[in-house]
């Protein structure tokens, strides 16, 4: 009987082991535009470790000065955008308008934040480290016949040189413990974790607690400090020492006026002429062309 008194004793105090997990030191965001920051970070990790990093004004960004976050302080880049957005929905039917916004989605090329922050993640993967992408962006959206809105940002993440579906065997894997309204959830494509609705950190909570993994220290990057926050304090509630990074390079690299106003002028008067998305690059083009005839 004392015997049996000793097993359930050991057996109720090994359940609130695992219940209680002691939570580990909240450590606060920090601010970084600095690659030299970044590389000094990525010199003490290692493949004990865990990176991840936020896809939208961290990894890339728009090729488009008009949709590029440094810019948005540029109140007569912004005024063009609004009237350019105006004259669309004016011009445009309504099933035209929808189809200029997707072919625009589709064709506007996407470009590295800083193109040796995204050398310096791929070393990371050379060297074993496991890196993912965790993203507020929506899987599942059906942009054409055969693709897929997940589909869609993987290869984005391929066309500026990352390839993050090596980090992790399991693929296509919904994390099912959280369940929207609408039954979705979020969802692990090619090394890339899509919210779906869901806070980050949850989200990324759910992630451990699915692949079992248990990293010595993770690394987080994003452009956000409200998740830097919210990844912060869910991995200390895990109990895992966790460094929050803001990532401001998209604010504060090439902060001149590196585009040309007629330019995006111009850009936007063929657009609305020819009903089809134009690239600022090949508006540039153009534009010289014809000033040189």
């Known amino acids: 009987m004392k015997y049996h008194v000793y097993i359930f004793v050991f057996f109720i105090q090994s359940i609130f082991t695992l219940l209680y997990l002691p939570a580990a030191e909240i450590i606060e965001p920090i601010h970084i535009g600095s690659i030299e920051r970044v590389l000094d970070i990525f010199a003490h990790i290692t493949d004990r470790d865990f990176v991840v990093c936020d896809i939208d004004n961290t990894l890339m960004e728009s090729s488009e000065p008009i949709e590029q976050t440094r810019f948005l302080k540029n109140q007569a880049l912004q005024n063009n955008k609004e009237e350019f957005a105006d004259r669309l929905k004016k011009n445009f039917l309504r099933e035209e308008y929808n189809q200029f916004l997707l072919q625009r989605k589709l064709q506007t090329k996407p470009q590295p934040v800083e193109s040796r922050f995204i050398a310096e993640i791929n070393k990371l993967i050379d060297r074993t480290v496991p890196v993912i992408s965790l993203t507020y962006r929506t899987s599942g959206i059906p942009l054409t016949m055969n693709l897929k809105s997940e589909n869609f940002t993987y290869q984005q993440l391929r066309d500026i040189g990352i390839d993050l579906s090596q980090s992790f065997a399991m693929d296509n894997q919904y994390l099912d413990d959280l369940v929207n309204n609408d039954m979705t959830s979020p ?87 020819q009903k089809k998305y134009i690239s600022y690059a090949d508006a540039a083009t153009l534009l010289s062309e014809s000033q040189n005839k």
């Open 187 to 273: 969802l692990f494509h090619n090394g890339i974790i899509f919210c779906n609705s869901f806070q980050k950190g949850l989200v990324l909570k759910s992630f451990i607690k699915k692949t079992g993994w248990n990293p010595k220290t993770i690394f987080f990057f994003d452009d956000d400090e409200a998740n830097a926050i919210l990844v912060a304090n869910e991995m200390a509630g895990m109990g895992f020492e966790c460094h929050t990074y803001i990532y401001e390079a998209a604010q504060i690299t090439n902060t001149t006026n590196s585009f040309n106003m007629d330019v995006i002028q111009y850009q936007h008067q063929l657009m609305l002429g």
